[in-house]
C-alpha cells in the first residue's frame, strides 16, 4: 500500500525557516514524480512544488520560487521542502502527493495519493 | 496560469437526490497528445484530498459509480447521481494540462 507521511511543520517566526519531510513506502520511490500542495486555513488547495523521480527536475510556484528548495534522498525515501523567509502567507497545511509519473514532461493525471498533510503556521 | 472557475460555490442538496458541478478553465485543456488532463478531487471534512476523476471521466479505484465527470475542451462537469452523507465536503477541479498545475476555488456540498 502507497503510504506518504508528512512531518517538520509548526511554529514559525516570520522571516524564519522550516524543513518539512514526506516519508514515502509502497512504491519504488525512485520511479515516480512527488509534490507539495498547501492548503491555507479554510482556502483552496494550491501547488507549491515538484520533483522528478530522478530529482533532477525541480519545479516551484512563483509564490515560493527563490525561497523553497525541493529535494529527495533516495536512501531514506524522503522528499523534503526546505522553506527559508517565511510570511504570515505561508501558513497553511502541506501537503505531498505522489504522481504516476516519473517526470514532468507534458500534460498528466496529478496527484493521484495524498499524504495526511502537516501544519505550518507562520507567527509572532 | 491558467484560471479554473467552478459553480457553484455552494451546493445544498437531498439525500438521495443528483447533485452537479460545473468547472471551467480559461484555456483548452486538451493536450498535444490529444488527452485532456482535468481531475476531480474530494476532501471531507478534516480530511486529506482524494482524486475522484482523472482525465474527465475515468473513476479512479474504489470510487463509488455514483459519481462520473464529463466535459470537453474549457467545459467539465462532476455529477453524483444520488447524494450519500458520506459525500458531503468539497470538491475541486484541476488541470494537468498547462504548467503549472491550478486547482478551481472548491465547491461545498452539504445536506439540506
Known amino acids: 500500500e502507497v503510504q506518504l507521511l508528512e512531518s517538520g511543520g509548526g511554529l514559525v517566526q516570520p522571516g524564519g525557516s522550516l524543513r518539512l519531510s514526506c516519508a514515502a513506502s509502497?512504491?519504488?520511490?525512485?520511479?515516480?514524480?512527488l509534490t507539495w500542495v498547501r492548503q491555507a486555513p479554510g482556502k483552496g488547495l494550491e501547488w507549491v512544488s515538484a520533483?522528478?523521480?530522478?530529482?533532477?527536475?525541480?519545479h516551484y510556484a512563483d509564490s515560493v520560487k527563490g525561497r523553497f528548495t525541493i529535494s529527495r534522498d533516495f536512501s531514506k525515501s524522503t522528499m523534503y521542502l526546505q522553506m527559508h523567509s517565511l510570511t504570515a502567507e505561508d501558513t497553511a497545511v502541506y501537503y505531498c502527493?505522489?504522481?504516476?509519473?516519473?517526470?514532468?514532461?507534458?500534460?498528466?493525471?496529478?496527484?493521484?495519493?495524498w499524504g495526511q498533510g502537516t501544519m505550518v503556521t507562520v507567527s509572532s | 496560469d491558467i484560471v479554473m472557475t467552478q459553480s457553484p460555490l455552494s451546493l445544498p442538496v437531498t439525500l438521495g437526490q443528483p447533485a452537479s458541478i460545473s468547472c471551467r478553465s480559461s484555456?483548452?485543456?486538451?493536450?498535444?497528445?490529444?488527452?485532456?488532463?482535468l481531475n476531480w478531487f474530494q476532501q471531507r471534512p478534516g480530511q486529506s484530498p482524494r482524486r475522484l476523476i482523472y482525465?474527465?471521466?475515468n473513476r479512479d479505484s474504489g470510487v463509488p459509480d455514483r459519481f462520473s465527470g464529463s466535459g470537453s475542451g474549457t467545459d467539465f462537469t462532476l455529477k453524483i447521481s444520488r447524494v450519500e452523507a458520506e459525500d458531503v465536503g468539497v470538491y475541486y477541479c484541476m488541470q494537468g494540462t498547462h504548467w503549472p498545475p491550478t486547482f478551481g476555488q472548491g465547491t461545498k456540498v452539504e445536506i439540506k
Open positions: 502527493a505522489k504522481e504516476p509519473i516519473s517526470d514532468y514532461v507534458g500534460g498528466w493525471d496529478a496527484f493521484e495519493i
Open positions: 509502497g512504491f519504488t520511490f525512485s520511479n515516480y514524480a
Open positions: 520533483i522528478s523521480g530522478s530529482g533532477d527536475g525541480t
Open positions: 482525465k474527465v471521466s
Open positions: 484555456q483548452s485543456l486538451v493536450y498535444s497528445d490529444g488527452n485532456t488532463y
